[in-house]
């Protein structure tokens, strides 16, 4: 049978410019079991509610899907903010592994924001370390957040993740604004940038925090070793940068999980590490 394994990549409805996509996934007799991003019977699902918050950091509104656990919680939650929102629900299916490791007592009860950029050009731009990133996420996102729901005020138990330059984006967050999270779930970070051709010098981020005082946060970080020529063969790969990166973060005392993947740059993988990240990181709150 042709194509027995599709994968999808839909489009954003939010986005008029955005295309949906498919791919074939080739999936072999020893490929490692994706257990926790399936619906299961007899599991509780959370409730996903789509709104906004109004932000003076990039200016407009900006769509954040609230996750709230079906599993009552005894007091204040563990908070879990993730950037590509729209995606990392449809692809990574983290509301179904939130369910699971919940139901599971693998993860205690936690509300996910999921942040979604207005365009893929605007993520482009808002997922880079700036200080109106900074701003978004800690000054406005947070307090909203923390107005409407019963979230922790610990930082040890909120969790800021990404894939990509997303994964950049939540390190830098966390390393530049220390006491906002406790730990970072970064998959496949594009820990290279700026880019060759872009103002700045290469990997930004890893000779930043060198000179930075050290911020008290957790690692979860992982990558393909196929990703030795990404983003483009010849140019500083995403593999190589993720290593000096964790070299850093381990010679600067951080706790850091860290573990390659057999594959490349794709949702494919993020999605069933991601789990892996979460348990890392929650699984002894």
């Known amino acids: 049978m042709l194509n027995r394994h599709p994968f999808r990549l839909p489009a954003d409805p939010a986005d008029p410019n955005d295309r949906e996509l498919w791919a074939s996934l080739l999936e072999l007799p020893k490929a490692p079991d994706e257990p926790w991003i399936r619906h299961h019977p007899g599991v509780p699902r ?3 509610l789509s709104t906004g918050v109004r932000t003076a950091a990039w200016g407009g509104r900006r769509r954040v899907a609230v996750y709230r656990p079906a599993v009552p919680a005894a007091g204040p939650l563990p908070l879990l903010v993730v950037f590509d929102g729209y995606l990392s ?3 990574l299916r983290v509301p179904a592994t939130l ?6 007592g693998r993860i205690p009860p936690t509300l996910a924001l999921f942040v979604s950029a207005p365009s893929g050009a605007r993520r482009m731009a808002e997922l880079r370390p700036s200080a109106a990133l900074r701003a978004f996420v800690t000054r406005e996102l947070l307090p909203w957040a923390r107005r409407r729901w019963a979230v922790t005020d610990d930082p040890a138990r909120r969790v800021i993740a990404g894939s990509s330059l997303g994964g950049l984006a939540a390190a830098y967050v966390a390393l530049a ?6 730990a970072v779930i970064a998959q496949s ?3 290279w940038w700026p880019a060759s051709g872009q103002p700045g010098e290469r990997e930004w981020l890893t000779r930043a925090y060198a000179g930075w005082p050290a911020a008290p946060v957790r690692f979860y970080l992982d990558v393909g070793d196929r990703e030795n020529t990404w983003p483009r063969p010849g140019q500083v790969d995403q593999l190589s940068v993720n290593r000096r990166f964790r ?3 381990v010679a600067r005392g951080h706790q850091v999980t860290y573990a ?8 494919v993988n993020w999605r069933r590490t991601f789990a892996e990240g979460l348990l890392a990181v ?4």
């Not at 369910?99 to 599971?104: C, G, M, S, V, Y």
């Not at 604004?177 to 406790?182: N, Y």
């Not at 929650?282 to 709150?285: A, E, P």
């Open 282 to 285: 929650l699984g002894g709150s």
């Open 189 to 191: 970070g594009s820990f």
């Open 260 to 267: 390659e993947y057999r594959g490349g740059h794709d949702y």
């Open 177 to 182: 604004a220390p006491g906002a999270f406790g």
């Open 247 to 249: 070299d850093l973060l």
């Open 46 to 48: 959370g409730t996903v």
């Open 99 to 104: 369910d699971n490791l919940i139901a599971a």
């Open 89 to 91: 629900r449809a692809l």
